[in-house]
């Protein structure tokens, strides 16, 4: 497929595929699915190797949120029977994020809900911060709190926090459909202040809120443009008791194709596959490992993974390995250099690799392209597995052991 040999070659260069290429590859059909695995792995292997980062979570501060975003179970008048409980202390969580170091981890991100953290929450975390570091010199810390406020990535920064994580999550077009309570502009803003602190931005995507192939490829390319170090590409779990709890589109099938759309458009980040990866690949997970070079282990904030052995076994089996803590994750090219030079983000350059007169592609030329929905890549019906939706019932917040 001509498709493909251009997307491998300009994924090898680091540069950017247009969008009619990044919606064709979404429109593959079941039959090209294997060649599209095949040739987004032949990308992710020049920058990644065979090597798969493992990222672990601690919900540091469960449900009662005053957002509504229509995704989250956490969010203000959800109905999910979640786990809900407040600040855990710095103890509590070092503790889980011990577990999950045992497992394999390599980052541990550290999540609160909420629309953004007081002073004060950024004193409690820069205290977590500060235990698990005392405890585990070696691992990678990420906050995840919500909008920032002036001053407090510095803060953060400053208790030793490597990175912040604050997701796009889905086109600036339809931003305003799945949250009110704030815009896609504040989410931006947040992780541009996080770059600004020299910490390393981690900004991803929920695929299945019943977006078209158009606003998977403008968020994603929204990304490339904001330049992530780490992209999370969340499949939406449609959790009983959220607005989105019916909104079951996507097959196995479709989340390989997504995937494999945003390695093709960000070639040498850290693309991370996130929640909802065993509800929505299910038995093909070990093929996303071809696309992905980071995944999490065990559990997700309010739901259940599968159990952190059988992530394990499973990147052993497809013949991958879990990244040390002795190597670094991004491509050389991408570890920012002591004078915040192109590479990292303290010079204000633009991102590395982007090609000219590839990224300047406007919105009305960007309109101009765009599919209808009702193409080949469009989402269909799905049968609803909610047998696979399990509320998280262990580690932070219980008593019970966590998995990892
Ligand atoms: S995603 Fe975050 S801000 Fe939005 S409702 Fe959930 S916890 Fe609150």
Known sequence: MDLLNTLVDKGLRR??????????????????????VAAAGKVRRQWFGRRVKLNYLVNLKSGLCPEDCSYCSQRLGSKAEILKYTWLKPDEASKAAAAGVAGGAKRVCLVASGRGPTDRDVDRVSKTIEAIKGRHEDVEVCACLGLLSEGQADRLRSAGADAYNHNLNTSE??????????????????????????LSACSGLIAGMGESDADLVDVVFSLRDLDPDSVPVNFLIPMEGTPLAKEWHLTPQRCLRILAMVRF?????????????????RSLQPLALHLVNSIFLGDYLTSEGQAGQTDLDMIADAGFEVEGSDTTTLPEHRVPSPDGGCGGHGGGCAPCGDSPGTADD???????VTPPRSGAGAPKASAARTDL?????????????PNA
Request: with cysteine.
């Open 362 to 368: 406007t919105p009305a030329e960007a309109a101009a």
């Open 265 to 281: 458009v960000c070639p040498d980040a850290e693309v991370r596959l996130a929640g909802g990866r065993e509800v929505h690949l």
């Open 389 to 401: 939706v399990a509320v998280r019932r262990r580690g932070a917040g219980t008593d019970v052991a």
């Open 173 to 198: 077009a339809t931003y305003g459909d799945i949250t009110t309570t704030h815009t896609y502009a504040d989410r931006v803003d947040t992780v541009r202040q996080a770059q600004a602190a020299g």
């Open 15 to 36: 540069e950017l595929p247009t969008r009619e290429e990044a919606l064709a590859v979404l429109a593959t059909s079941d039959d090209e699915l294997l060649d599209v």
